[in-house]
């Protein structure tokens, strides 16, 4: 091998090397901070609420890796939550996870929760504190008894107001009010994806370091996907709009049923791949099943900022503005092309 040509290989191993290290150094807080470009109070706020969120979500991953092997951590607590819904172990821990990391931020004044009636005060974070973090601790929690993928959803909103009374009325506002939004999948790997109006980029937990570390940024979801995502075994209680979309694409070759039961998971899936979720209502309950702070609207935020559309099927979720703070939502979203083809059946239905 000629010296040049020695050279030339070298500095080729250098550059890979390089890259390489970059890569391992883009940590979460460190993101966040390039995304802002900026090194203001309210950027290093942010990055050290990024940075808690990521500890909440190595916690609960550690939690979940032992689940099985742990007494008192798997199965139903015999409680029900403020939904009325059967309280799961997990549940609990997650939700308990989330306050107890924040409750040491002195960022945060507030915690609202779906497992939680009311938001949780930190009051000696307070007078200083102006955030407020609304999540879903374990999405899919029914999937950790039998090894399954689970997620948590999160979103991060500047307090407007006092709130003297206690009642976080300012929270009562629509999607556009986030300030960041995102989720975290318990899968193979764990996995943080996230929003902070500038694009969403994805990290993955290297235990070896113990740090999320960037795994690919601008996530753009495609305009159409293969994927339709539902759960079919509410067929007969939907509108009939709904069911005549199944039927659609029962007979429309290009299309692959795909319902994990987390709905991370699957909205994850609809994010890289393309297609479309849905969780309508029913005609008993129009308002369907998922919240709309903790849920659909953080959801929203992400898909959108990639792309992507998400919907009532009247009404793009983001513009929703709530009446009450574990308000409910129909669920439409993903790729514009798919999202706009189950609008057409729903218009054309009414």
């Known amino acids: 091998m000629t010296k040049a040509a020695e050279s030339l290989e070298r500095s080729l191993i250098d550059a890979t090397a390089d890259r390489s290290l970059d890569r391992d150094c883009t940590t ?6 390039q995304q802002l470009q900026s090194f203001s109070a309210e950027a290093q706020d942010l ?17 979940l890796s032992r689940a099985g092997l742990m007494e008192g951590v798997l199965g139903f607590t ?3 939550n403020v939904q009325g819904e059967s309280v799961k172990k997990m549940d609990v821990y997650a939700n308990d996870v989330f306050i107890a990391v924040f409750k040491q931020s002195g960022l945060v004044c507030r915690l609202a929760s779906e497992e939680m009636e009311k938001p949780y005060y930190i009051p000696e974070n307070c007078p200083i504190g102006r955030y407020t973090l609304l999540y879903d601790p374990i999405d899919g929690s029914s999937n950790t008894d039998i090894n399954l993928s689970l997620g948590s959803i999160f979103s991060i909103r500047q307090q407007e107001g006092e709130d003297t009374d206690g009642s976080a009325q300012d929270l009562l506002a629509p999607g556009d009010k986030q300030i960041a939004a995102g989720y975290i999948l318990y899968g193979p790997s764990t996995m943080l994806v996230y929003t902070i ?12 370091l113990g740090e999320f570390i960037l795994t690919e940024e601008n996530i753009q979801i495609p305009n159409h996907g293969p994927v339709y995502s539902v759960n ?22 290009g299309y ?5 039961g987390a709905m991370v998971s699957d909205i994850h899936r609809i994010l890289i791949q393309g297609g479309v979720f849905l969780y309508p209502g029913t005609v008993q309950k129009p308002e369907g099943k998922l919240r709309l702070l903790y849920e659909t609207a953080p959801l929203a935020f992400v898909i959108e900022q990639a792309g992507g559309r998400a919907t009532t099927g009247h009404e793009n979720i983001l513009d929703v503005v709530p009446t009450k703070l574990h308000q409910r ?7 514009k092309e798919d999202v706009a083809k ?9």
């Open 342 to 350: 189950v609008e057409s059946f729903i218009q054309n239905g009414h």
């Open 78 to 80: 015999g409680e029900t």
């Open 329 to 335: 939502t129909p669920l439409i979203i993903g790729s």
């Open 197 to 208: 109006g500038k694009g969403v980029h994805s990290f993955t937990l290297d235990p070896s």
């Open 256 to 260: 692959t049923a795909r319902y994990s």
């Open 47 to 63: 990055s050290a609420l990024m940075n808690r969120i990521a500890l909440a979500g190595k916690l609960i991953a550690r939690h």
């Open 232 to 253: 079919e075994g509410n067929f007969w209680q939907w509108d009939e709009s709904i069911r005549e979309y199944i039927r659609y694409v029962h007979r429309t070759e």
């Open 28 to 33: 979460l807080s460190r993101h966040v901070l």
